[in-house]
Each structure stands twice: as structure tokens, then as C-alpha cells.
T-cell receptor, first 109, second 114 residues
């Protein structure tokens, strides 16, 4: 089983829509989870840290479900500028970050 | 806002040549990392570095790779004898001691091996 899995998308949504991505992980001992966004051919940028059950920052909400070993990212009132690839990451078995393949989001006018 | 910088932005080299990729981490950060991303694929961990030594390395980081902190600001990745499959974007990242898992990435160096 891959350590971190994500639906690659693409998710094509209209401006103003609410969209949610899921990410599943296999290391049940992992305590730290993060969402990064990556624009085309750019570096990943830290979006949110998820240390406990969840975290909210403006239009973005991240939730952690330890029992089912997944984290989710909810984007409300999506903007054109939200178009990017969203990477989920957590600690793998080697105690280093393992990134998921990313979920591509396109927000359409 | 402080940021990680990397040079060069693009490096083209011939197979078998040595390359050195350079990074200047954020000044108060103590943990440094290298990742690579082959075009169209996921970001992959290569190595982490703390207190002037390697903390962890992945299977990708074999004997042809090495890292160094030659002075107080630079952090380098050397690939001794490049192969075609080393072509990728190489990202440097750094994090501070109190928030070691919150890593900030540089803009990357695109390495093309011909």
C-alpha cells in the first residue's frame, strides 16, 4: 500500500464553489500532517498544518480522521487563484516526509 | 518575509558530469532538506541535515549524492556522476528547531541531464 494516496483529479469547479479533497495515509503512528499547494513548475508552499483533529484558516479547513487514517481539505468560496495542485504530506515509516501525488484543482470563471 | 533561495534556477549538464546545486536556507533555521520532483511525479525526499551531519536519507540518496554546509549560510547537494534519470527539479527546504516539521521550500533548481 502506498504511504500517502490522493485522488489526482483534476477537480474542475466554478468560482464560489466549495470543494473537498481527501488524502489517506498508511502510517498509523504519524502525528503530523500538512497540506501544501504547488503551482505549476513552482515549489510547494505550506498551506496548513494539522496536528489534532482539525484546523481552520479563513476559507480553508483541514480535518483529520485518525480512525480511518485520512485527512481532508475543504476550500469554501473558491477563487480563481486557488487553482493549483494540493499536496498532502505526513511522516512515512522512515520518519521523513512522504508526499502524496497531489490533487489538481482548476477553478473556472 | 525570509525565504529559501537556490542557485542556479536551471542547470544543464552532460551525463557523467558532476553538478553542485546550491541553497541558502532561512537564516534562523537549523534543519535542511533536499527533495526532488521528476516532471509529472510526486515530490520525493532525498536527505535531511542537522548539526552538520545527515539525519536521514532515502534510498534515492545513494553514493553518488552528497551534501555539505561549507559555510554558515550555504547548503549544497552534489551529484558526482549524473545520469539521465537524475533530470528533475531539486528543491531545498529548511525548518526551525521549534517547528521542525513545517518546512519552507526554495524555488528549486531544474536539472537537465543530456
Amino acid at each position: 500500500r502506498k504511504e500517502v494516496e490522493q485522488d489526482p483529479g483534476p477537480f474542475n469547479v466554478p468560482e464560489g464553489a466549495t470543494v473537498a479533497f481527501n488524502c489517506t495515509y498508511s502510517n498509523s503512528a504519524s502525528q503530523s500532517f500538512f497540506w501544501y499547494r504547488q503551482d505549476c513548475r513552482k515549489e510547494p508552499k505550506l498551506l496548513m498544518s494539522v496536528y489534532s483533529s482539525g484546523n481552520e484558516d479563513g476559507r480553508f479547513t483541514a480535518q483529520l480522521n485518525r480512525a480511518s487514517q485520512y485527512i481532508s481539505l475543504l476550500i469554501r468560496d473558491s477563487k480563481l487563484s486557488d487553482s493549483a495542485t494540493y499536496l498532502c504530506t505526513t511522516l512515512g515509516y522512515g520518519q521523513n516526509f512522504v508526499f502524496g501525488p497531489g490533487t489538481r484543482l482548476s477553478v473556472l470563471p | 518575509e525570509p525565504e529559501v533561495t537556490q542557485t542556479p534556477s536551471h542547470q544543464v549538464t552532460q551525463m557523467g558530469q558532476e553538478v553542485i546545486l546550491r541553497c541558502v536556507p532561512i537564516s534562523n533555521h537549523l534543519y535542511f532538506y533536499w527533495y526532488r520532483q521528476i516532471l509529472g511525479q510526486k515530490v520525493e525526499f532525498l536527505v535531511s541535515f542537522y548539526n552538520n551531519e545527515i539525519s536521514e536519507k532515502s534510498e534515492i540518496f545513494d553514493d553518488q549524492f552528497s551534501v555539505e554546509r561549507p559555510d554558515g549560510s550555504n547548503f549544497t547537494l552534489k551529484i558526482r556522476s549524473t545520469k539521465l534519470e537524475d533530470s528533475a527539479m531539486y528543491f531545498c527546504a529548511s525548518s526551525e528547531l521549534a517547528r521542525v516539521y513545517e518546512q519552507y521550500f526554495g524555488p528549486g533548481t531544474r536539472l537537465t541531464v543530456t
